[in-house]
């Protein structure tokens, strides 16, 4: 569903497998996608066998999808095709891990539908060309994208927008959203690195994108027919499986054997700094906060 189009065919398939499954929840997603909500583990690669579509990421750090709005095919204020452009630039990101999760949107007039300026990378069609925007917030902090560039073409746009993920990806720490990393670096060291095509560097990012690219793998579940690890679709009950060494294990003077068994210690963040925690904190995200 890229670009957030679909077909007649596409959805006979979802309804379909939602009943035959009993999917408990089908929601349409704020990131114009459909959601398959509560389906048993042990189901996930029938569903994905019948469904034969490729996931999208809810979750994972990584490119999500471009929203787009219908541009000039379908609406008398567009003055640029961002349904199309949504998709190519969809196609030439798609599989990509990022530092945080990036959202995405294409607005095809400076009305803004497809809500192109509080996106992680927002583009949006003017009067002879098109505006790019990064570091746009929509989440717990509203804030518009920074102004990264203008340009007069399509595939400008495109080129630019691959350029400006990759330099995110190189230079972002992790769990860094575009927000915080556009504050961070400023603004001006971005265009040097993304628009200055005299030093070469765009064109070195853009080729080093590629080469990531060429290494993504579209399909998160491409591994439903052979599974990564063993029982990695089987449901497991996590208070009867023990993690770690066996108890009462000994450590050899060597350094060989097993260490002690020992009460298991996470790390979580707390204002930047590490701490160790007893147990890991509880994690509340919503698949498109």
């Known amino acids: 569903m890229r670009g957030g189009v679909t077909t007649p065919s596409e959805l006979r398939r ?41 996931s999208g990421h809810a979750y994972a750090k990584s490119v999500r999808t471009v929203k787009t709005c219908v541009g000039t095919g379908f609406c008398r204020f567009g003055l640029g095709d961002s349904l199309n452009a949504g998709i190519e630039l969809e196609q030439m990101i798609e599989g990509l891990y990022t530092p945080h999760k990036v959202k995405l949107a294409v607005s ?20 002879g060309g098109w505006e790019i925007y990064v570091g746009g917030g929509g989440a717990g902090t509203i804030k518009k994208g920074e102004l990264l560039a203008t340009v007069a073409t399509k595939d400008e746009t495109l080129r630019t927008a691959c350029i400006f993920l990759q330099h995110y990806r190189e230079n972002a720490e992790y769990l860094e959203r575009t927000m915080p990393f556009v504050e961070r670096v400023g603004l001006g060291s971005i265009q040097a690195a993304v628009l200055d095509e005299e030093s070469g560097e765009p064109a ?17 579940w491409r591994e439903r027919r052979a599974p990564a690890v063993p029982k990695q679709f089987e449901e497991l009950d996590s208070e009867a499986t023990p993690i770690g060494p066996p108890e009462g294990a000994e450590v050899t003077a060597s350094g060989g054997g097993v260490a002690p068994s020992r009460p298991l210690v996470v790390h979580r963040v707390e204002g930047g700094r590490t701490a160790p925690s007893a147990k890991a904190p509880a994690r509340q995200e919503t698949p498109d906060a």
Do not use: H, Y
């Open 14 to 54: 979802i309804a379909d497998v939602a009943e035959q499954f009993e999917v408990p929840l089908v929601k349409v997603t704020g990131g114009q996608r459909i959601d398959l909500l509560g389906i048993k583990k042990e189901d996930l690669p029938a569903v994905w066998e019948a469904l034969d579509m490729p």
């Open 108 to 127: 095809g007039c400076p009305r803004n539908c497809a809500e192109s300026l509080i996106k992680d990378i927002g583009i949006v069609a003017i009067e």
């Open 204 to 220: 070195a990012l853009f080729e080093r994108f590629k080469i990531a690219k060429a290494a993504s793998d579209p399909d998160p």
